[in-house]
């Protein structure tokens, strides 16, 4: 056997459907189509979301509410998620997301003063607590606001 002799498993390749090749092919005359309509015509069809003319469900249901298209989302990190930091390293948005604490797309990281930090931190974040400052001003670290 040669490479030459290989070639599809028999039942794997299927004969294309050739329409409008005449009614004795089966798919002649509408060629699949049915008989007029609009999606019998050229370019014609009906979006899937479109209702047959009835009010659409998106048109139906009541607004609530305001989505403000600028907002931002922050990523919130807690002070006793920062201990596993080594004394005088600088936690910024890499370092945390290479810890593992931030997942996912974020404008921004937000530290909250929730539990207590161990050791001295150099913060560079775009926002933080009054108490997480104190926290960690206290213990000898340095917070930069970006």
């Known amino acids: 056997m040669n490479l030459s002799e290989l ?3 028999r039942g794997a390749v299927k004969k294309r459907k050739r ?3 005449g009614t004795g092919s089966g798919h002649g005359q509408t060629s699949g189509k049915g008989h007029k309509g609009q999606k019998a015509r050229s370019g014609g069809n009906v979006p899937s979301w479109f209702e047959g003319g ?3 469900l998106i048109r139906r249901l009541p607004k609530r509410g305001f989505v403000n298209p600028s907002r ?3 990523a919130i990190i807690n002070l006793t998620d920062l201990n596993r ?3 005088g390293s600088t936690v910024d948005f890499q370092a945390l997301r290479q810890a593992g604490l931030v997942k ?3 404008d921004g990281i937000k530290i909250l003063g929730k539990g207590a930090v161990a050791h001295a ?3 560079r974040v775009q926002g933080i607590s ?3 400052r104190e926290k960690i001003e206290s213990s000898g670290g340095k917070v930069e606001i970006i």
């Open 121 to 123: 931190l150099v913060l």
């Open 7 to 9: 070639g599809p498993r």
């Open 72 to 74: 931002k989302k922050i």
């Open 85 to 87: 930091f080594q004394e």
């Open 104 to 106: 996912g797309k974020y």
């Open 19 to 21: 329409i409008g090749r």
């Open 54 to 56: 009835q009010m659409p």
């Open 130 to 132: 009054r108490s997480a």
